[in-house]
């Protein structure tokens, strides 16, 4: 009876050993898959900031080249053009320069706008705030399109990088609602609520499920915008309206 008795102690505590053994090893294989995983979205994020860092500087030296070679060039072109057509006044030759004149101009207007839409050379001057004013006021008049802005945040602080990475989101939620939603009133603001920056963008043009596109689309566009975000601890949330679309786009403030 006493051996009977030992024996059961003897397979319950062997049980219970067999079983902290099993519970033991799942916590160490969870604990060291969750430790890789955070590894890997820790390299993935530094690796896709190194990324974003890259393409920010390399748009501003193209957009630099732009402007200071190319542009200059054309000026330079346009003046010749321009004072050979004053010699041959009333000449054939004449008409064939001025055209030769116009689409110069046009051509440099393009160059101007490739060089704004790279790097904006108002950013690290002078903000975010006057930056997003000036987009805002230029494709207003470029696409005649009516655009409301609404600034109750006078200036914002942020890193040249982090402001980038948000004006290069917005640009891009912009050009979506104007080329593919055919939109042509556009409204906008920026907001602060204790340690957060709200960017709102609404629109009246074709409503679209945002993130369902981004798994849909093949063009970067979309995609871009959430991996800019992203690299900036900022999150968008699309709101259900009526008509158009509602975007905001919120931002911990690191102060």
Known sequence: MENETGLKIFFWIVTAIMLFSVFTVLLVVTLHNRRTYRMKQKESRTLMSATFEAERMERKRIAADLHDEVSGDL??????????????????????????SIM???T?????????????PMLQD????????????????????????????????????????????IQELTTNMIKHGNANKISFSISMQEDSVFFDV?????????????KNSKGMGIKNIISRLSNIDAKLVQFPVDHGNKFRITLKNQK
């Open 75 to 100: 000026n330079a072109l346009q003046y010749h053009v321009i004072r050979l057509t004053e010699q041959n006044e009333g000449s054939i030759k004449k008409e064939e320069l001025e055209k030769i």
């Open 104 to 106: 110069l101009s046009k």
């Open 108 to 120: 440099l207007n393009h160059v101007e706008n490739i060089s704004y839409n790279l790097m904006p």
């Open 126 to 169: 002078y903000g975010l705030i006057l930056t997003l004013q000036s987009y805002f006021g230029r494709i207003s008049q470029i696409y005649a399109m009516e655009i409301t802005q609404e600034y109750l945040v006078k200036k914002l602080d942020l890193p040249t990088a982090q402001s980038h990475e948000l004006f290069r989101a």
């Open 202 to 214: 609404c629109d009246n043009g074709a409503s679209f499920d945002f993130y369902q596109s981004s």
